[in-house]
């Protein structure tokens, strides 16, 4: 689709109408599946449908927008887990912190813009919001009121590219592909139930049932976090 394809359709196009083509013109990188382009003609094609029917929508978006946009983009059930371990990372950074209002014009703001500026150069811009998310996991233990900051400007940032908008607690606790509790897996109820039972074997200092039943929480997907507020818990 170089040229002249480009420049026939824009000559076509204003010649037919009498108007301006575009303002801005950007062309993708091509869908791949085992280094191929996904195509009908190949038959290695997967429809939005199905893919959402595996991974929570916002899991998509961010393995769409992690890679730059002329880029051919690697599709695999692999990727889009990277894709979701990532985007867990960010709402475990905002996990525990209320909403409040942020400093506009901050570094982290100005470093986001330039990356954006940059011909959207989307894997910049998620460098630097890693290092945002990484710097409210630190300022947590420390200064509080400062990771609260930090966490509504790392909102209000992922809000232009569509994310981070869940709350935290929704996100983490639903499971590969957004539901509650995939199909014969535990229950809220069931977890906390669980969970209970863990804290009370670690109050009792019995560390062999307290190891067993993490591990039971583990083979059904749900991963134990344990900190200073106490334990919280994910699906995976």
């Known amino acids: 689709l170089k040229f002249p394809h480009h420049e026939n359709e824009i000559a076509q196009s204003e010649g037919a109408t009498g108007e301006k083509f575009a303002n801005t013109w950007m062309h993708v990188g091509f869908v791949r599946v085992d280094q191929e382009k996904m195509s009908k003609s190949l038959g290695n094609f997967f429809t939005v449908r199905e893919v959402l029917a595996k991974f929570p929508a916002e899991v998509v978006r961010y393995f769409i927008l992690v890679s730059h946009y002329r880029s051919p983009l690697d599709y695999s059930d692999d990727n889009l887990r990277a894709a979701k371990s990532a985007l867990d990372g960010f709402y475990i950074a905002l996990r525990e912190l209320p909403a409040a209002n942020d400093i506009e014009g901050d570094e982290f703001e100005a470093r986001f813009h330039n990356a954006m500026e940059d011909d959207f150069n989307t894997p910049k811009v998620f460098a630097e919001l890693s290092a945002l998310a990484t710097e409210i996991n630190r300022s947590k233990a420390?200064?509080?009121?400062?990771?609260?900051?930090?966490?509504?400007?790392?909102?209000?940032?992922?809000?232009?590219?569509?994310?981070?908008?869940?709350?935290?607690?929704?996100?983490?606790?639903?499971?590969?592909?957004?539901?509650?509790?995939?199909?014969?897996?535990l229950s809220d109820k069931a977890i906390d139930e669980l969970l209970s039972k863990r804290n009370q074997a670690r109050r009792e200092k019995n560390w062999a049932?307290?190891?067993?039943?993490?591990?039971?929480?583990?083979?059904?997907?749900?991963?134990?976090?344990?900190?200073?507020?106490?334990?919280?818990?994910?699906?995976?």
């Open 142 to 185: 420390t200064d509080v009121k400062k990771a609260t900051r930090l966490a509504a400007t790392l909102r209000r940032l992922g809000g232009v590219l569509g994310l981070f908008q869940q709350d935290p607690e929704e996100y983490l606790r639903a499971g590969s592909d957004g539901a509650e509790a995939a199909p014969g897996g």
């Open 209 to 236: 049932e307290s190891d067993r039943l993490r591990d039971e929480l583990k083979q059904a997907g749900v991963l134990l976090e344990d900190g200073p507020a106490g334990t919280t818990w994910r699906r995976v």
